[in-house]
């Protein structure tokens, strides 16, 4: 198969794109690098199977037959999508249009990158698929939640009025090497500060919990989905849920690091508490998570120990509400 992939650069987008030249397939990376990196697709240099296209997804294109589209192309860490919001809303929405125009011309499968912030700051604990969500849509975070929801029903209304074959993966917090360590998102933020023995960041009192998937187990899902035939949503993370004070503990443990944890206020709509209802997921699929958190975070150490080595820092949230007093 001819496969194409957009935001081919980023994390996720570039483990996909390994995980599908490992199964025999040609791959067609779409990204315009305004979050992901060259440095992601390095290791492809010379892979007669791999081509890179530079170009914005919100400009049509056609870059000829393929018979499968992951669309993954999105900022999706707060820092960036805060950053660059307007990009974010319209690569959500033209650019996903454009990406289901290619599969709609050339009759392929199509596979959707959606978040689990779908759930908003949730209400429904654990979230199941069928749980509408509890999104602010005006606050900060609304230019990435309301995009990936707006996708959301544009690939459905894809299917449902253009019978294109689509699927769509909810996917929760997920690391893993890739991840950028200054993107901002708690496990790089953490990892990158303990490595530089910096104070930990903790937003609010750290009670607020993540569920996180290692990559593999992640992209093993993505993988299992598009060969379904489910069009609605499947939540695809590791249900295991952690406070973001024992996600610090545990870096703490795995760097070895005695860095001091430091309090800073909780940036605005920052969810409570997150936690995939992975049931359909294992029904459907027969997939679960095989890696904890402790032997990811020890799989992901040699990756951030070279992104400090070359100077990577951590971000600070963009967000913060005004302190009191
Ligand atoms: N967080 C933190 N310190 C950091 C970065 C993030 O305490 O340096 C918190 C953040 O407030 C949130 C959680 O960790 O409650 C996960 O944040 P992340 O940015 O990784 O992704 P999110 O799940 O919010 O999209």
Redesign the pocket.
Same mark, same amino acid.
């Given at each position: 198969m001819r496969v194409l992939v957009t935001g081919a650069a980023g994390f996720l987008g570039s483990h996909l794109c390994d995980a599908l030249l490992a199964a025999g397939h040609r791959v067609a990376g779409v990204d315009n690098l305004s979050t992901g990196k060259l440095a992601n697709l390095a290791h492809l240099t010379g892979e007669s199977r791999f081509e890179l296209i530079e170009h914005d997804i919100c400009q049509p294109f056609d870059f000829g037959r393929v018979d499968f589209v992951f669309n993954f192309a999105s900022p999706a860490?707060?820092?960036d999508y805060m950053r660059i919001g307007v990009e974010t809303l319209l690569v959500g929405s033209a650019g996903t249009r454009n990406a289901l125009e290619a599969a709609r011309t050339y009759g392929a499968g199509f596979l959707h990158a959606s978040t689990? !912030?779908c759930y908003g700051d949730p209400v429904e604990h654990p979230q199941s698929e069928s749980y509408w969500g509890h999104v602010n849509p005006v606050g900060p975070r609304s230019v990435y939640d309301e995009a990936k929801r707006f996708s959301e029903a544009l690939v459905m209304a894809y299917h449902r009025y253009y019978q294109v074959d689509t699927r769509l993966v909810r996917i929760f917090?997920t690391y893993g090497p890739r991840l950028q360590g200054s993107d901002?998102?708690?496990?790089?933020?953490?990892m990158t500060?303990a490595l530089h023995g910096e104070d930990?960041?903790?937003?609010?009192d750290?009670t607020?919990t993540?569920s996180f998937c290692y990559v593999s187990d992640e992209i093993d899902g993505i993988l299992r989905l598009s060969r379904s035939e489910e069009h609605l949503p499947v939540n695809i993370g590791n249900p295991v849920e952690w406070t973001?004070l024992e996600c610090a503990q545990q870096i703490l443990e795995v760097t070895g690091s005695s860095s001091k944890i430091r309090f !800073?206020p909780?940036?605005q709509d920052?969810?409570v508490q997150?936690q995939p209802d992975i049931s359909k997921a294992q029904r459907l699929l027969g997939w679960e998570p095989k890696i904890d958190l402790r032997t990811g975070l020890q799989l992901s150490l040699d990756y951030f120990r070279r992104s400090v080595e070359r100077g990577e820092r951590?971000t600070?949230?963009l967000s913060s509400p005004p302190q009191a007093g």
């Open positions: 860490s707060p820092v689990s !912030e917090n901002g998102r708690v496990i790089s933020n953490l500060q930990l960041t903790i937003y609010g750290g607020q993540r973001i !800073e909780l940036p920052d969810p997150r951590a600070p949230a």
